[in-house]
């Protein structure tokens, strides 16, 4: 399994992953995406096989809270044009961005 913050917060991630991945770099991103309500489902299972993508809030008027996670920004930006251009997306607008490089300051 890849380290992720997903695996870490579902207890998912043992100690040699953590040793392996202390370089890693992850950008996390949060999109609102909008859609019309009779395609909500449809455009939520279209974005979880796309993968690293979580939806983490859900209105039936047709808008759906989605966090993705990617190993750099160009990825990052990848997946939201890719949920952008899914069929029933009207319109999906990034509401938040961070860039974690894995180092610890201590």
């Avoid at 040699?16 to 996390?28: D, G, K, L, M, T």
Wanted: charge should be negative; include cysteine; charged fraction near 20%.
């Amino acid at each position: 399994m890849i380290a992720s913050r997903r695996a870490f917060i579902r207890g998912q991630w043992s100690a040699a992953e953590e040793q392996a991945s202390s370089a890693c770099h992850a950008e996390i991103v949060s999109l609102i995406i909008s859609t019309w309500p009779q395609y909500l489902d449809e455009v939520e299972e279209a974005i979880l096989t796309l993968g690293n993508c979580e939806v983490h809030g859900r209105d039936p008027s047709g808008k759906l809270i989605v966090v993705l996670e990617e190993a750099s920004s160009g990825a990052a930006g990848a997946k939201a044009n890719a949920i952008s251009a899914l069929p029933h997306v009207l319109s999906a607008l990034m509401v938040f961005q961070a860039s974690d490089d894995g180092l610890v300051v201590v």
